[in-house]
Nanobody, 131 residues
Framework: QVQLAESGGGSAQAGGSLRISCAMT???????????MAWFRQSPGKQREKVAR???????SYADSVRGRFAISKDNAKSTLYLQMDNLKPEDTAMYYC??????????????????????WGQGTQVTVSA
């Protein structure tokens, strides 16, 4: 059974950095490397926002609000997804969730830049940035 577990959240001051991780269990190496992956965030009273997306070919896309400050990456050998967050701002404060799409159609949509229906989600990790 596939499971995702985030870690690495915490508190930082504005201008600081954090790296959060998402470890996947229940999948093989070859399958993990083929998945579409993303990080989302949600803060109280706001809609969930897609922060970054990563295709199996390691193509990346970012929300305008984080482009140039955040970097999504993965380690296939460790089945782990990362989000490096630099130059943090108070408005980055949110619960961060990793998500993975495993289906062949969703992976194709991921490569095409279309909306993806992610089928596995982590439990979330809190990031708090103070001014």
């Amino acid at each position: 059974q596939v499971q995702l577990a985030e870690s690495g959240g915490g508190s930082a001051q504005a201008g600081g950095s954090l790296r959060i991780s998402c470890a996947m269990t229940g999948s093989t190496y070859s399958n993990y490397s083929s998945y579409c992956m993303a990080w989302f965030r949600q803060s109280p009273g706001k809609q969930r926002e897609k922060v970054a997306r990563l295709t199996s070919d390691v193509d990346t896309s970012y929300a305008d609000s984080v482009r140039g400050r955040f970097a999504i990456s993965k380690d296939n050998a460790k089945s782990t997804l990362y989000l490096q967050m630099d130059n943090l701002k108070p408005e980055d404060t949110a619960m961060y969730y990793c998500a993975i799409a495993t289906g062949s159609l969703e992976r194709l949509r991921c490569h095409s830049g279309l909306k993806v229906d992610f089928d596995y989600w982590g439990q979330g990790t809190q990031v708090t940035v103070s001014a």
